[in-house]
């Protein structure tokens, strides 16, 4: 990869109530778009000239020698001072976007730029973040999301600056819960569960009434934040082993499920027991509609099997089927090896609709409690 043959130094935390991650890359190299992508790497953001400069006093990282510029993330392409030389200077401000921001340094050395701060604290589409989309996220990064604690430890906010208004970041101590890192009401490090039960926006997309504005259909969610995770499957979890839930595009296989989980560490496709102990989905509960997942399930003809996770209604004869393998009941899958459409289940626009969720569970635990 790029950054590994890039990096001269790499997640040297800096110490400071906000956590920033500083990281070095060759200047040929270092370019805006090249440093946003490492700290997505790291499953975080550029930070802001704010974070860095606070009220422009010295730099989180301290006042370097010379002419030394980092990205930020407040525009596309601006810089921030963090040398002597014009010190929290933004460059956008005082002379436009730099030439040398977007490209290499045309066979010089471009001493002034080197140096990469990276920040917690990364805002997706709130209106399509859910608990699965933000830990999938933090997963296919590495990291997983934080618990309450790493985030407010001792009820207070540590990981990020507070945002102004409310804004609810999940966390991992329990499947759907949230802490508050916003000042909304004073209610800074609130967890969810504690004050108010489970959020119903907390697994839902679209719009979130009665908390929806013009602008944002859910102005309150978004914001993930991630933590390093050195053995992402032996961690402990709410549920009698790890298992995770994953949204994937409708044109995903079994073949392509199972290489995505296993593409995490000890992680592979669940099996049928590990999805439904006790008859219902224990991760999702039953959900609304035609929905089947790839298990791993071993039968003698050795036919990919899913396992239905959803209850359509709207037809009596397939209201009792939740937790039916395939195979078992209706052979082979026509559509679970294919990455266009499903025939008759398809929607109006041809998609297969009837598989999206996918279930990884670690490979060190399968037992099941009673």
Not at 26 to 34: A, M
Not at 119 to 132: F, M, Q, R
Not at 208 to 218: A, G, I, K
Not at 248 to 271: H, I, N, V
Request: hydrophobic share 30%.
């Amino acid at each position: 990869m790029l950054f590994s043959s890039v990096l001269l130094v790499s997640a040297l935390q800096v110490c400071t109530a906000l956590k920033v991650y500083q990281g070095a890359m060759d200047p040929n190299v270092l370019t805006w778009t090249t440093a946003a992508e490492y700290c997505d790497k790291q499953a975080m953001r550029l930070c802001t000239h704010t974070e860095i400069c606070a009220n422009n006093d010295p730099p989180v990282i301290g006042v370097l020698t010379g002419d030394n510029w980092v990205p930020i993330g407040d525009q596309y392409n601006d810089w921030t001072q963090v040398g002597r030389s014009k010190l929290c200077y933004r460059h956008i401000e005082h002379y436009g976007q730099p030439s040398w921001g977007l490209s290499g340094c045309d066979g010089g050395s471009c001493p002034y730029k080197k140096i990469i701060l990276c920040c917690a604290g990364v805002k997706l589409d709130g209106e399509y973040t859910t608990y699965d989309t933000a830990r999938s996220y933090c997963l296919e990064r590495g990291q997983d999301l934080c618990k309450y604690e790493e985030i407010c430890p001792d009820g207070q906010l540590d990981l990020v600056n507070v945002i102004s208004g409310d804004h609810w970041a999940p966390i991992r101590d329990l499947y759907n819960n949230w802490v508050e890192i916003g000042d909304s009401h004073g209610r800074t490090c609130y967890n969810h569960v504690a004050q108010h039960g489970f959020p119903t926006w907390g697994t839902t997309t679209g719009e979130c009434s009665p908390w929806n504005t013009d602008e944002n259909p859910c102005p309150h969610k978004g914001y993930v934040i991630c933590c390093p995770s050195s053995d992402p499957e032996t961690l402990p979890g709410p549920f009698p082993y790890n298992i995770y839930h994953f949204i994937l595009e409708p044109t995903m296989t079994w073949d392509s499920a199972r290489s995505f989980c296993k593409a995490q560490p000890g992680r592979d496709l669940c099996s049928s027991d590990q999805i439904c102990p006790h008859g219902i989905p224990l991760l999702t509960g039953v959900l609304q509609g035609d929905n089947w997942t790839p298990i791993i399930d071993s039968n003698l003809q050795g036919v990919h099997d899913w396992v239905e996770i959803g209850n359509d209604a709207a037809e009596a004869r397939y209201a009792r089927r939740v937790c039916y393998t395939h195979f078992e009941h209706y052979g082979a899958t026509a559509w679970g090896d294919n990455n266009t459409g499903c025939g008759p289940w398809s929607d109006s626009q041809g998609v297969c609709k009837v598989k999206r969720h996918v279930f990884c569970c670690s490979q060190k635990s399968k037992q099941i409690c009673a």
